[in-house]
Nanobody, 130 residues
Framework: QVQLVESGGGSVQAGGSLTLSCTTS????????MAWFRQAPGKEREGVAC???????LYVDSVKGRFTISRDNAKKTLYLQMNNLKPEDTATYYC????????????????????????WGQGVQVTVSS
């Protein structure tokens, strides 16, 4: 099992920015498909962004243009740069890893599903106030 540790959460006002990080000690990190998910109170966990081991990226429409997912394979770290934050971005954010990730069909329709990721971090809270 891959251990993932998120950091960088916090509280900001609407329009502000935060950068989340997710680190691992697993040397297979460069081979992993990585993603960020989030779960707001009373709602199901939803996919936010995904990055393949070849650095292709996918964003759900609600964050496209505001969030940027990236990875530093040398540091075995995944990032999520979040700009122009909105109150509806308030949630616990989780990073996830898998050796395969979404199927090509799911990728084509921007479908990020929990079932496609095997390993998860513990989550980090992001709170955006209006």
């Amino acid at each position: 099992q891959v251990q993932l540790v998120e950091s960088g959460g916090g509280s900001v006002q609407a329009g502000g920015s935060l950068t989340l990080s997710c680190t691992t000690s697993d040397n297979k990190f460069p081979d992993f498909v990585m993603a960020w998910f989030r779960q707001a109170p009373g709602k199901e966990r939803e996919g936010v962004a995904c990055i393949l081991n070849g650095f292709s990226t996918l964003y759900v429409d609600s964050v496209k243009g505001r969030f940027t997912i990236s990875r530093d394979n040398a540091k075995k770290t995944l990032y999520l740069q979040m700009n122009n934050l909105k109150p509806e971005d308030t949630a616990t954010y989780y990073c996830a890893a898998d050796s395969e990730g979404p199927s090509p069909g799911a990728w084509a329709v921007k479908l990020l599903q929990e079932k496609d990721f095997r390993d998860w971090g513990q989550g980090v809270q992001v709170t955006v106030s209006s």
